[in-house]
């Protein structure tokens, strides 16, 4: 009895230190907190790092020369570049075993997760300044031992660059398909939970996402809605008309979901809120490529301390976010321009002046400069500054908001037309 009685306030106080992590808001100092409460071994599986975080780099290799034995495995080519030479030379150069995970096992090695002696880091952030200061990223820091231990055993299984049977896993794991000709197995969950996880939904679902382009996922999302399940999407407003996002989403908003977009921040999140009961957060994308041909991992997660951060910060995102907006059909008064943020449009104004801005001069169309054409002085001799003034233009560009305010950016004059 005494023993069961320790194993179950073990786990109940694992369960107590389950945490989300908000980036920016808690920036990176819980992830060296983390590293350094290392005793024993740090694993790490993560698909970019760049010398923006060799501060991260510099903690491992503290970590390895106090004696815990730390493994990297790393993707060899994140976008199609090598990873960092700097932050390899100091992993290197501390004895820390880095290895590239094998481009014959998968697409991209795109997981963003760690296990530090008994806790494990599931997240979207890659280590780079930008994740954990720009991005609008969530982590995962859990001491259930399930979690733990399963980690252990793929981690072990990529490094030695073998496959794993997942059907069954308890954790989201990317890819899924049926591995091995011989003895065949599902290799992964990751589309079947993620699915299931919509089909369950009977009142909401809110998706925070980077990335939005399977279309089972879009079916899926569907069949909520004709279900009668309110659907959300939010991404970041320089994703209104990208094809990775925007274009899905779009058709959604076409469907009867409601899309809104986030200013300020990159969207770089890959979380889905369902009932407002259960969320999942890790490094999928939902596409194709990332719940079938990546290796990724994510985590499925109850009501309690680190459901609620979750919530709450998605439904702030969410009511700081401008509603999508249709794409107008002529010129938008310049007044209207902010409507528009991400989107490509033509916006109609008098100009009232040219202000000199440093490295760029801007065609200001009302005292308070509510919203400006930019142009770039390396581009200046390029244009007819002068003729501008007093006169109405149109101008069309892509709209993006600089310190709050929305403006163009004009690098060609055959994207200004004077129209008298």
């Known amino acids: 009895m005494k023993r069961v009685l320790a194993l179950l306030l073990f786990l109940a106080l694992a369960l107590a230190a389950e945490r989300v992590y908000v980036a920016p808001d808690d920036g990176v100092g819980y992830l060296k907190n983390l590293i350094r409460s290392a005793e024993r ?27 815990v034995r730390v493994r990297v495995i790393l993707d060899e080519r994140p976008g199609g570049e090598g990873q960092d030479p700097q932050v390899l030379e100091v992993l290197k150069g501390a004895g820390i075993e880095v290895k590239f995970a094998s481009p014959l096992r998968f697409a991209n090695y795109h997981i963003k997760a760690m296990r530090v002696d008994d806790r494990l880091w599931i997240s979207s952030s890659n280590w780079t300044r930008s994740s954990f200061e720009r991005n609008r990223e969530y982590s995962l820091v859990t001491g259930r031992l399930d979690w733990v231990a399963e980690f252990k055993k793929v981690f ?28 065949p197995f599902w290799e992964g969950n990751a589309k079947r939970r993620i699915l299931g996880l919509i089909e369950s939904a ?18 899926a999302l569907l069949e909520a809605m004709d279900r009668g399940v309110r659907v959300r999407v939010l991404g970041s407003a320089s994703a209104r008309e990208s094809g990775y996002f925007g274009r899905m989403a779009a058709r959604l908003a076409e469907q009867g979901a409601e899309v809104r977009y986030l200013e300020g921040l990159k969207v770089h999140a890959k979380a889905m809120l369902v009932d407002g009961k259960v969320a999942f957060l890790g490094s999928q994308n939902f596409t194709a490529t990332a719940l079938t041909a990546n290796r990724e991992l994510g985590a499925v997660i109850g009501e309690g301390r680190a459901f609620s951060r979750l919530k709450v910060t998605m439904e702030r995102d969410w009511a700081k976010a401008a509603p999508a907006a249709p794409r107008p059909s002529g010129a938008v008064p310049w007044h209207e321009a902010g ?17 000199d801005a440093g490295g760029v001069y801007r065609l200001v169309f009302d005292p308070d400069e509510r919203f400006v054409v930019v142009i770039p002085k390396s581009e200046a001799h390029r244009f007819p500054l002068k003729s501008y003034v007093g006169r109405v233009i149109r101008v069309t560009g892509q709209v993006r908001a600089f310190h709050g305010r929305p403006e163009i950016v004009a690098k060609s004059p055959k994207q200004i037309e004077v129209v008298r």
């Open 339 to 355: 409507r528009y943020l991400g989107q490509v449009i033509q916006v109609e104004g008098r100009v009232l002046g040219i202000k």
């Open 202 to 219: 009977e009142r909401d679902l809110f998706i925070e996402q980077n990335g939005l382009t399977d279309e089972d996922v879009y079916n």
């Open 41 to 67: 071994e740090i694993d790490l599986a993560l698909y970019l790092w760049t010398r923006g975080r060799l501060d991260l780099a510099e903690e491992m290799a503290r970590a390895r020369r106090r004696g």
């Open 156 to 183: 072990e299984a990529d490094w030695q660059g073998r496959a794993l049977p997942l059907d069954d896993a308890k954790l989201v794991w990317s890819p899924e398909r049926v591995y091995s000709i011989f003895r």
